[in-house]
Each structure stands twice: as structure tokens, then as C-alpha cells.
């Protein structure tokens, strides 16, 4: 039987000597903390790492959390790519080592105590991803410039909890109760998280909005306010807080890790297990929208949320102005959009490790094949995103032609959802658009447009016989989410198993590239 798994950490209390590992970190710059400081100096915690009642790390061992938190950060990465790993200690020499065993078990030893315990990978791999998660909350909430902090922000990550079962211990409250602004900080990641789970389960925007937009309430008030309101029982007062956002905001300010956010997370499973090959070979997302036209979340939001995914790049592709349903850019707020992102990419680029925010467009495929957006833009923009949106049932010929003269436009570099068809989901279905695929692929090959491949649930676009036929034809490709709100944005692996499926190699898909590649590929 495989054994069930506590892992967790506790502050010190008060009068314990380690308390003067946070105390004197609270004084200092965070952004001027040093990663070795990190790792040996400060923010020690009493371990707890036990399976089935034998302890792997001696209760109540003190070791730094950022430390901790790395080590087994990169464990859990080395262990779900299916290697073997190690844990190591700052302050002494013991070694723990995690062996595959039989299946998917992994065997924990320890380098100089006599320790043999068996858990199961999915079990393990969830557990660790709890603790570096937790983690970087109790951190974040303790002292909220750490967020900034290079080392700090390593820890941040949304990726997928895999089949967790690790029971988290965290017990007990910070000396002292939490400051009110480090409060209001767990609260307002805490609502994002359950955001983020609540899209990546396919959850309409809108009702995930009520997260998102509770989470931006509190974020604008002064902290003593919150609390105030808290103490009075009036947070509900506030736009967008009802009981269910309010009960997340209580117990994050806590210092807890909120009911629901656990129960999501133990629920998140893995997407798929097909196509995490071609996953991991990318390198951004080139079809995403933003609250600028019909997406859920700010700019920024989305761009935190691809660099947590493991992106070095995204383009943002807000739709063009014909798209008024999809509250479409405007001239005049296409041209914002840019000074926008440029500041953004100013600001977060140090902050996110050299991420970088590319200037995009989902272009309207209009009628006669010509585009809904003028040249002068389109020539300032980084990547065009190309799509069909009306006339979906246009016959086959003059569909074909209007396709062809899109794809052939110099300034177009990928054809979204060539199809337009819908398999499930809100909007209903709808059946494929009618084109001669031969000539539509052949075009996207001499003109050097990449045909993308749709990682929507709902769309799956293109068709696997369509994608083989365009692989036959030797194009290009482009993996993309089309995400609406941050949690979408770990979609990405549908259409990659969809590519895996139908023979796409990594080379050909664009996404695979960096950016300064494609960038020369999309101006060329
Ligand atoms: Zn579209
Ligand atoms: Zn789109």
C-alpha cells in the first residue's frame, strides 16, 4: 500500500530563536535579497514531511523556506518528467533520494538515516507542487514586496496539479496575526488561483468574473479599509463581493488556504496525457485576447499567467474593429494598445525573467478576403493572426478565394481556426466551413502563413483530416490556446495532441521558435 503523504511548515512562534530569521528579513529591501541570503539566511520554518507516520525530515527540523522550496520545486519537475531526484540541505549533509520503483511508485531514502518509504508519484508530485505553492503565498503574504523578488518569483507557478493527495499541513497562525496589507495580498492571489482553476475547468467568463472582479476590489482599497469592513461585516457592501468571495477572503486573511481553493486544486487532474512532448517544446501562445476586446482579464494577467506556464513570449491578439460583438479595436485603441504594451514590457520583463509581450491582431477575414484593419497598422504590428468570422456558410469556390487573398497578404503570418467549426459548448455547434482544403493549404505554404491549430475545446480547428492533409503539404503551424481568460492559457495541450496525433513535427510549429526567430520569420 502506498503511504499517504503530510508535507508541510510551519513559522516559528513566538520567543523561538528562528523567529528572528523573518524579523530581521521584514526590515530589509525585498528586491535587494540576495538568493544565496534566501536560501541560508532568512524565513526559516519548523518541516513537516511525513509518509504514513515515518517521518522523512524530523519534525519540527527548522530549514529556510526558499530553500525548501526550490529543492523540492525541482524535484517535483524532475520527478514528473520521470527521472530520478534529490533533495538536499543547506545546513547538513543528508541527502533524501526519490528512485522510481515499481509502476508509478518512487522510493524516498535518505542519505545517512536508515529511511524507506514508497509513495506514489502522483501523489508526491502533487504534494511538493502544494508546498512550493504555499510557500510562496505565506511568503508573498508576509512581506508582499517578495512578489518582485527574482528568487521569490520562481516559485510562483500555476502549473497543473497532478493528481494531488498530499494532505498540507499548515497549522496555526503567524505571530502576531498577519499585517493587514500582507492579508489582503494572500486574499487577492487567493481569488485569482480559484479563477484560474475555475477557466481551466471550462467554466463560462462570467461566472469566473466574480472571482476576478472580487479580487481587483479589495486589491484598489486601502488595507486598513478592508479590515475595517471585515470587523464590521460589510466586505459584502462592496461591488462584486458576495458570501461565497467574501468566506475566501476571510480565510485568506487568515492565513489559511481557502476551503474552495484547496478542493479545486485537489480536483485539477491533469488535461490530457497525450501531447505533453510537444508541450513542453513551445515556447508561446500567438493567439490570445484580453478584456481590450472579449477576453476576460487585463493584459497583464494574461502575460503572468503564460510566463507561469512556461512561455517566453506571447502575441496578444485582440480582435480588429468589424468585430463589434467582440468589442473590437478601434484605430485609436489599437495605437493605445501598443504604448500600453510597451510599458508593460517595461515593467515586466525583469520581473517575469526577459518574458516579452508581442504586438498581435486577430484580424477579420472580411468578404472579399481583404483585412479589417488598415496597412499602416498592420505593418507596426508584430503578428497577424488572420480569421474567418461571418458568411461562415459562404460556397465553397468563393470561400476558397477569399481564404487564398487573405493568406497571400504579406502582412498575414497565421490562419486562425481555418474551419470555424464548433464541436460543443456554449455557443452550440456549427458545422465546417465549405473550402477547397488542397489549394488553402498549398496557398499557406507558398506564402508562408502558418495554418494554426486550435486548442479551444469547442472548436479543435483544423479537423484531424484537415490537419494531415496540411502536414502532407509540408506547411508551418502554430499551436495556440485562443484563451480568454488566464486559465485558458493551459489548453495549449489539446491541440498538441492533436499535432502529435497527425504527424506535426516541432520544427515546423513556429511557436517552437524564440522569439527573435520568429519575428524575423513573421516580418519576412
Ligand atoms: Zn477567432
Ligand atoms: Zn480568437
Known sequence: MLGMIRLGFELPGVGVSWRKTWDRA????????????????????????????????????????????LGIQYAGQRIAAGEDASIG??????????????????????????????????????????????????????HPGLAANPTVACLRSRARVKKPGGALVWRGRHYGGMSDSAGVAAA???????????????????????????????????????RARRRAGTLTELPGIGPKTEAVILEAMDGATPSYLTKLESAAGELTTAGT?????????LHLHSDWSDGGSPIEEMARTAAALGHKYMALTDHSPRLTVA?????????????????????????????????????DILDDGSLDCDLEILARLDLVVASVHSKLRMAS?????????????????????CTGRLITGERGTRPESEFDAEIVFEACKQFGTAVEINSRPERLDPPKRLLSMAVETGCNF??????????????????????????????VVINTWDSSKLLEWAAS
Open 188 to 226: 487577492v492571489e487567493a481569488l485569482r488561483q480559484i479563477g484560474y482553476y475555475l477557466e481551466r475547468d471550462r467554466q463560462p467568463t462570467h461566472r469566473v468574473k466574480a472571482y476576478r472582479r472580487a479580487a481587483d476590489t479589495i486589491e484598489g482599497l486601502p488595507a486598513a479599509e478592508v
Open 26 to 69: 521584514l526590515g530589509l529591501e525585498p528586491m535587494e535579497l540576495a538568493e544565496v541570503d534566501l536560501c541560508c539566511k532568512y524565513f526559516a520554518v519548523a518541516m513537516e514531511f511525513e509518509v504514513e507516520g515515518v517521518d522523512v525530515v524530523r519534525k519540527g527540523r527548522f530549514v529556510t523556506l526558499v530553500d525548501m522550496a
Open 478 to 507: 502554430s499551436i495556440d490556446t485562443d484563451a480568454h481568460a488566464p486559465g485558458q492559457l493551459d489548453w495549449q495541450v489539446y491541440g498538441c495532441e492533436r499535432a502529435e496525433e497527425c504527424g506535426v513535427t516541432p520544427d
Open 89 to 142: 540541505f543547506t545546513e547538513h549533509e543528508e541527502f533524501l533520494h526519490f528512485r522510481r520503483g515499481t509502476g508509478d511508485q518512487i522510493v524516498v531514502t535518505s542519505s545517512v538515516r536508515p529511511l524507506v518509504a514508497v509513495v506514489g508519484e502522483g501523489e508526491l508530485v502533487g504534494a511538493f507542487r502544494l508546498f512550493v505553492r504555499d510557500a510562496y503565498l505565506r511568503l508573498v503574504a508576509e
Open 397 to 417: 469556390e468563393p470561400m476558397t478565394e477569399r481564404m487564398v487573398r487573405a493568406i497571400a497578404n504579406p502582412h498575414v503570418d497565421v490562419l486562425g481556426h
Open 277 to 285: 512532448g510537444m508541450r513542453a517544446e513551445l515556447k508561446a501562445d
Open 327 to 363: 468589442n473590437g479595436l478601434s484605430r485609436e485603441r489599437r495605437l493605445q494598445q501598443l504604448e500600453v504594451v510597451a510599458e508593460l514590457n517595461k515593467k515586466l520583463g525583469d520581473e517575469l525573467d526577459g518574458f516579452t509581450i508581442l504586438n498581435g491582431i486577430e484580424v
